[in-house]
């Protein structure tokens, strides 16, 4: 079992930036590549970004690659999501999940993922 728990969402003007943490609890975080997802109202779970267990590789998807930044401490049992530039179309809750696959196969399927986080809402204003 783990238990993740997200934080460091809010409400920022368009153009301002969010750190947003994950903090893992359980069974060892370095066996998992992490993953952030979001989901805004009435719209499907959408894949954001995936990191490698050791941190070495990160995907993103295309609406946010170069404004988001996921990392990850595993002394800390904590990845995060450094979000700038931020736009009205990325208000959304954003939720962590672990994958027992690393990056291998098809990362941006939620139903690849185990464990899932409780979100956090992020609110871009414009």
């Known amino acids: 079992q783990v238990h993740l728990v997200e934080s460091g969402g809010g409400l920022v003007q368009a153009g301002g930036s969010l750190r947003l943490s994950c903090v893992a609890s359980?069974?060892?975080?370095?066996?998992?590549?992490m993953g952030w997802f979001r989901q805004a109202p009435g719209k499907e779970r959408e894949f954001v970004s995936l990191?490698?267990?050791?941190?070495?590789?990160?995907y993103y998807v295309d609406s946010v690659k170069g404004r988001f930044t996921i990392s990850r401490d595993n002394a800390k049992n904590t990845v995060y999501l450094q979000m700038n530039s931020l736009k009205p179309e990325d208000t959304a809750v954003y939720s962590c999940?672990?994958?027992?696959?690393?990056?291998?196969?098809?990362?941006?399927?939620?139903?690849?993922?185990?464990?899932w986080g409780q979100g956090t809402q992020v609110t871009v204003s414009s």
């Open positions: 359980g069974r060892t975080f370095s066996n998992y590549a």
């Open positions: 990191i490698s267990r050791s941190g070495d590789v990160t």
């Open positions: 999940a672990t994958r027992w696959l690393g990056y291998s196969g098809n990362y941006i399927l939620p139903s690849t993922y185990g464990y």
